[in-house]
């Protein structure tokens, strides 16, 4: 009799337990909505800026464009995969208002996520300063300081800039936020896009 009151007993709070119904998930506080995201945002900015600078100051001629492909492009992979949960790894103002357009971020935080991109660059570019010598830091002209020679050849480099932005862009959108697209590999095919352009212009 004993034994049988006690399966009774448990069959009573178990059916007890499952009438209850879960706690409400708590809503997110202001932190985790925007302090989180705007912090991840300028430290993932402030990384990828450090090292990009760095990888150009530092590049010896033999090594070409390379040095500075494979740079930016890992930064850029490890940063998207390490803060894609918390901000969603824009660290670019053209992501992120492409990204508001296509509806994959709130307008309130667009404004902030531009500010936090602007610290992080700033942030990155110190870092590289203090890092390099003196010397190298002032000498290191890259990019367009580098290849333009002539105005003649400034609208061919302002369409290249056009164009790989909008390839950079258009990955960002297909691999991280249209969902018929998204996939997991969205930091390793960023990455590569990244390197692509370099190595290309």
Same mark, same amino acid.
């Given at each position: 009799?004993?034994?049988e009151?006690?399966?009774m007993? @448990?069959? @009573?709070?178990?059916?007890?337990?499952?009438g209850?119904?879960?706690?409400?998930?708590k809503?997110?506080n202001?932190y985790?909505?925007?302090?989180?995201?705007?912090l #991840?945002?300028?430290?993932?900015?402030? &990384? &990828?800026? &450090?090292?990009?600078? $760095?990888?150009?100051?530092? %590049?010896?001629?033999?090594?070409?464009?390379?040095?500075?492909?494979?740079?930016?492009g890992l930064?850029v992979?490890?940063?998207?995969?390490?803060? @894609? %949960?918390?901000?969603?790894?824009?660290?670019n103002p053209?992501?992120? =208002?492409?990204?508001?357009?296509?509806?994959? =971020?709130?307008?309130?935080?667009v404004?902030p996520?531009?500010?936090?991109?602007l610290i992080?660059? $700033?942030?990155?570019a110190?870092?590289?300063k203090?890092?390099?010598p003196a @010397?190298r830091?002032?000498?290191a002209?890259?990019? #367009?300081?580098d290849?333009?020679k002539s105005?003649?050849?400034?609208s061919? #480099?302002i369409?290249?800039?056009v #164009?790989?932005?909008?390839?950079i862009?258009? $990955?960002?959108?297909?691999?991280?936020?249209?969902?018929?697209?998204k996939?997991?590999?969205?930091? &390793?095919? $960023?990455?590569?896009?990244?390197?692509i352009?370099v190595?290309a212009?």
């Amino acid at each position: 009799m004993g034994a049988e009151k006690m399966e009774m007993e @448990d069959q @009573d709070s178990t059916l007890m337990e499952k009438g209850r119904k879960p706690p409400a998930p708590k809503p997110p506080n202001k932190y985790e909505t925007l302090f989180q995201p705007c912090l #991840a945002e300028i430290v993932g900015t402030m &990384f &990828f800026v &450090f090292v990009g600078c $760095v990888s150009v100051i530092e %590049n010896v001629p033999a090594a070409g464009r390379l040095q500075p492909a494979l740079v930016h492009g890992l930064a850029v992979a490890v940063m998207v995969a390490v803060m @894609d %949960n918390i901000s969603g790894s824009h660290f670019n103002p053209p992501f992120t =208002i492409a990204i508001y357009l296509c509806g994959g =971020i709130e307008l309130m935080l667009v404004g902030p996520y531009l500010v936090s991109q602007l610290i992080g660059g $700033v942030l990155g570019a110190g870092m590289a300063k203090m890092m390099t010598p003196a @010397d190298r830091y002032l000498n290191a002209t890259g990019a #367009a300081f580098d290849i333009l020679k002539s105005e003649s050849q400034l609208s061919g #480099a302002i369409f290249g800039e056009v #164009a790989m932005t909008c390839l950079i862009t258009m $990955v960002v959108l297909l691999v991280a936020v249209n969902s018929k697209t998204k996939t997991p590999l969205a930091p &390793f095919l $960023v990455g590569c896009t990244v390197i692509i352009n370099v190595l290309a212009g």
